[in-house]
């Protein structure tokens, strides 16, 4: 055994494990080796020592300075448990599986989120365009109805001196528009338009045509109103009327001969006054009418001018069918199909 | 560190229902072995009673969550040892160790905290000299790396059996008496020096 072997063994050999047979190996090694044997002196030593430190006595007042730390501890835990609701204090047991059916629950709600929502979102866009075409026709009129009364107001105020007072008390608000709308309709439209808040939602053809009249430059307005019948007035506010100029040398005769020939064709005359007359003729015979009156001119410089019949008369038309079936009255219908307004203006050459 | 033969299963048992006046007997029959281990652990007085306290504090906390009742020892010293391990790195951290404020038991003047016990019939000059021993075997234990202060003061102060080592330190029994080994040799050799 050499002294490396022998050191190894120093441990064992103090705590006396080792084998005897090897416990002589190592005495006899160190016998025979004083630098071994000085060696295990001090390690024998250093084992005294270690043995001989004994037990500390424990420190006065322990127990008390423990009960203390542990009031202190508790007294600043109880606030922080409380304004945790109790979650610090509960048991790992109960813990745990409220934890995993937390984690559980936001797993299916972020699924939920992720993949469900673009569901849910095509379904919607899905049915958009079968549940509203009407809401939004409805409402892209109601814009532009709003728009063009927004002009009108933009355009009066800018330019005030262009347009008469009752025009532009007329564009001003869409009051009075609506009241003109209601002397037109009577009470049927009061009964079916209770507010302009409801109106906007509920009948919006009503509102957008109102505008839509409003919009229509009309030269004299007022005379137009005065002369017609209650049933003349619907027509002329649903339909705007057509418009003749003639151009004569003999007004006072020509005018007799218009009325003539309204009544010949089955029309009335609504009003004349000066060098206009707005005459209600039959539909159906309006077309000879005006042939009639083209030939009676004998200056025949007739200069018709189909204004507002044909840049609006066809939309018009659809509109107050449309407008017409909306308000469910079949005779107002046949008396704007069968019959036109017409205008006719006689200028002096 | 065996259950010293006055703890009682039931104690335990009613020490984990929140009895104090169990955790009080548990605390009275354990206080004594805690505390040396973490005076010899740390060297110092004020921190290892301080260190000892925290570890019943513990107990007492978290003595709801042992399974077996049985194991109660293990568990134990598994805790000191853990709060010394912890305790020490906080000091170190904050060179504790490198200043003067290392406490010197022999040297202190309060002796009901250091007493050591002793034999009796030692005379004066005996007890000096153990003092001188003792004062000699804390620095060196301190001098050694932190597990070989561990194996020794639970192997040669604290009295541990191999298998208990090896349970608490998750070592084979191997192992721990080839560390212990170079650790006593290291110690040697530290003691060697500073008696020189």
Redesign the interface.
């Known amino acids: 055994m050499d002294c490396e072997e022998a050191?190894?063994r120093?441990?064992?050999l103090w705590e006396k494990e080792l084998i005897p047979s090897e416990e002589n190996k190592v005495r006899e090694h160190l016998s025979s080796c004083p630098g071994c044997q000085e060696e295990w002196g001090?390690?024998e030593k250093?084992?005294q020592?270690?043995?001989?430190?004994?037990?500390?006595?424990?420190?006065?007042g322990?127990?008390p300075?423990?009960y203390k730390?542990?009031g202190e501890?508790k007294s600043k835990a109880t606030p922080t448990e409380k304004a945790k609701g109790g979650w610090v204090s509960l048991?790992?047991s109960l813990k745990l599986p409220v934890q995993a059916v937390a984690m559980v629950a936001i797993v299916f709600l972020v699924l939920y989120l992720t993949k469900m929502m673009p569901i849910e979102r095509g379904r919607l866009r899905e049915s958009k365009p079968i549940s509203s075409p009407l809401f939004a026709e409805k409402k892209s009129e109601q814009v532009f109805a709003q728009k063009e009364v927004e002009k009108e107001r933009r355009a009066v105020e800018f330019h005030p001196n262009t347009r008469r007072s009752e025009d532009v008390e007329q564009a001003k608000t869409p009051v009075p528009g609506k009241k003109k709308l209601e002397e037109a309709y009577g009470p049927q439209m009061k009964a079916e338009a209770p507010s302009s808040k409801t109106e906007v939602g509920t009948n919006p053809p009503i509102d957008s045509r109102a505008v839509a009249r409003l919009k229509v430059p009309s030269p004299e307005p007022k005379e137009i109103e005065k002369g017609l019948t209650a049933k003349d007035k619907l027509v002329a506010a649903s339909k705007p009327p057509r418009e003749i100029v003639l151009r004569i040398s003999n007004q006072e005769r020509m005018i007799s001969l218009v009325h003539e020939l309204v009544r010949e064709f089955g029309g009335e005359i609504v009003t004349s006054e000066g060098n206009m007359v707005l005459a209600s003729l039959p539909t159906n015979s309006f077309s000879e009418f005006e042939n009639e009156l083209a030939g009676l001119s004998a200056s025949i410089g007739t200069d018709k001018e189909d204004v507002k019949g044909s840049l609006r008369g066809e939309p018009s038309e659809k509109r107050e069918e449309a407008d017409v079936k909306s308000q469910g009255s079949p005779r107002t219908a046949t008396d704007q199909e069968k019959h036109t307004v017409v205008r006719i203006l006689l200028i002096q050459e | 560190m065996k259950t010293p033969p006055g703890i009682q299963r039931e104690t335990i048992e009613n020490c984990k229902a929140g009895d104090e006046k169990a955790f009080e007997e548990v605390v009275l029959h354990y206080q004594k072995k805690v505390f040396n281990i973490t005076y010899r652990m740390l060297g110092n007085l004020e921190e290892a009673k301080d260190l000892a306290q925290e570890v019943f504090i513990s107990v007492f906390e978290s003595i709801k969550d042992l399974k077996e009742e049985a194991k109660f020892d293990a568990w134990l010293k598994k805790i000191t040892l853990n709060h010394c391990r912890n305790r020490w790195k906080y000091l170190k951290r904050r060179k504790y160790f490198n200043s003067d404020s290392l406490d010197d038991p022999v040297e202190t003047e309060d002796g009901a905290m250091t007493k050591v016990i002793s034999d009796p019939s030692d005379n004066p000059e005996t007890l000096y000299e153990k003092k001188v021993i003792q004062q000699l075997v804390q620095r060196g234990l301190l001098n050694l790396k932190e597990d070989q202060r561990e194996l020794i003061v639970l192997r040669d102060l604290q009295g541990f059996s191999y298998e208990e080592m090896g349970e608490l330190l998750g070592l084979p029994e191997g192992t721990i008496k080839s560390k212990l080994h170079r650790a006593r040799m290291d110690l040697k050799g530290i003691l060697e020096r500073s008696a020189h």
């Not at chain 1, 001989?52 to 006595?57: D, T």
């Open positions: 050191r190894d120093f441990s064992s001090r390690f250093t084992m020592w270690l043995h001989s430190a004994g037990e500390v006595e424990i420190p006065n322990f127990l300075e423990l730390k542990m501890r048991p790992q």
